[in-house]
T-cell receptor, first 118, second 110 residues
Framework: GAGVSQSPSNKVTEKGKDVELRCDPI?????LYWYRQSLGQGLEFLIY????????KSGLPSDRFSAERTGGSVSTLTIQRTQQEDSAVYLC????????????????FGPGTRLTVL | GQQVMQIPQYQHVQEGEDFTTYCNSS?????IQWYKQRPGGHPVFLIQ?????EVKKQKRLTFQFGEAKKNSSLHITATQTTDVGTYFC??????????FGRGTSLIVHP
């Protein structure tokens, strides 16, 4: 079966431009996470979607960042007016159930989108 | 938010030597997961620990969860070059948002 997919794999953009990053989670997974990973660093939590509930946006670094999840499946992370410090790998992960479930599940990660802001 | 410290940040070993990484929290954890990220790759789930004092083994890998559920370790016996990568712990504490440690990068010299 297909795993988590992300597109594009690489994105180079100019400072000030908007970018959209896409994530296709594993079918049937209700939980979806976005993380950011800078070179040689750990994973920085950005946003979490669980089913049809309101997303947890507590990790978004600024109001230039937003995300949607349509139909409980595909998610799009949008960064407006990109800055050079936004350059990083953006990772999406999905899990069968979220952390509030009685049995917290493993996260399946996509290959990531490497964003470079010039 | 939940704080977790992972040490060491880097570890160089000769092939065949053992390796251990530690994950420590100041608060009690609901559970802990371990992931491996190969160079240029994405994190891949290794294991989840839930019970106090739990020990799980996967071939040469041994995972432990502390009695107080505040720390955990991953031990690799007789490292191989295929073990190269960064090992992350991910914890659930008071918040239901998983918090990842900064990771331990393992470099194995043949």
């Amino acid at each position: 079966g297909a795993g988590v997919s992300q597109s594009p794999s690489n994105k180079v953009t100019e400072k000030g431009k908007d970018v959209e990053l896409r994530c296709d989670p594993i079918s049937g997974h209700t939980a979806l996470y976005w993380y950011r990973q800078s070179l040689g660093q750990g994973l920085e939590f950005l946003i979490y979607f669980q089913g049809n509930s309101a997303p947890d946006k507590s990790g978004l670094p600024s109001d230039r960042f937003s995300a949607e999840r349509t139909g409980g499946s595909v998610s799009t992370l949008t960064i407006q007016r990109t800055q050079q410090e936004d350059s990083a790998v953006y990772l999406c992960a999905s899990s069968l159930m979220g952390p509030l479930a009685s049995s917290y599940n493993e996260q399946f990660f996509g290959p990531g989108t490497r964003l470079t802001v010039l | 938010g939940q704080q977790v410290m992972q040490i060491p940040q880097y570890q160089h070993v000769q092939e065949g030597e053992d390796f251990t990484t530690y994950c420590n929290s100041s608060t009690t954890l609901s559970n802990i997961q371990w992931y491996k990220q190969r160079p240029g790759g994405h994190p891949v789930f290794l294991i989840q620990l839930v019970k106090s004092g739990e020990v799980k083994k996967q071939k040469r890998l041994t995972f432990q969860f502390g009695e107080a559920k505040k720390n955990s370790s991953l031990h690799i016996t007789a490292t191989q070059t295929t073990d190269v990568g960064t090992y992350f712990c991910a914890v659930l504490g008071g918040s239901y948002i998983p918090t990842f440690g900064r990771g331990t990068s393992l470099i194995v010299h043949p």
